[in-house]
Nanobody
Framework: QVTLVESGGGLVQPGDSLRLSCAAS????????IAWFRQTPGKEREFVAA????????YYSDSVKGRFAISRDNAINTVYLQMNGLKPEDTAVYYC???????????????????WGQGTQVTVSS
């Protein structure tokens, strides 16, 4: 069982940067996949980025590619989402999710993840 806790959300202006953190309650073992999703009211949870089984397998949605970066610090069991060049359309609640058994073809499907954090609000507005 893994507990995930997000932090780092807030209110920023367009063009600003923000770094979200996802702290895991235990060591993230080799082969564990961590992903970031986001959700706005009335919409389905949307895939943002993922680290598939290792730090070298990174995936991004087209809407954030080139602006966001996912990384990890194994020493403190934390995964980050660095968000640069934020836009108003990035406004959402951001969730981190984890799975020890997900396959690549399911990477972008929220229901493929067993572990979820509580979410952190990101608001981009002038």
């Amino acid at each position: 069982q893994v507990t995930l806790v997000e932090s780092g959300g807030g209110l920023v202006q367009p063009g600003d940067s923000l770094r979200l953190s996802c702290a895991a309650s235990s060591r993230i073992s080799s082969g564990f996949t961590i992903a970031w999703f986001r959700q706005t009211p009335g919409k389905e949870r949307e895939f943002v980025a993922a680290m598939f089984r290792s730090a070298s397998n990174l995936y991004y949605s087209d809407s954030v590619k080139g602006r966001f970066a996912i990384s990890r610090d194994n020493a403190i069991n934390t995964v980050y989402l660095q968000m640069n060049g934020l836009k108003p359309e990035d406004t959402a609640v951001y969730y981190c999710a984890g799975s020890s058994s997900i396959i690549l073809s399911s990477l972008r499907r929220p229901n493929a993840y067993a572990y979820w954090g509580q979410g952190t609000q990101v608001t981009v507005s002038s």
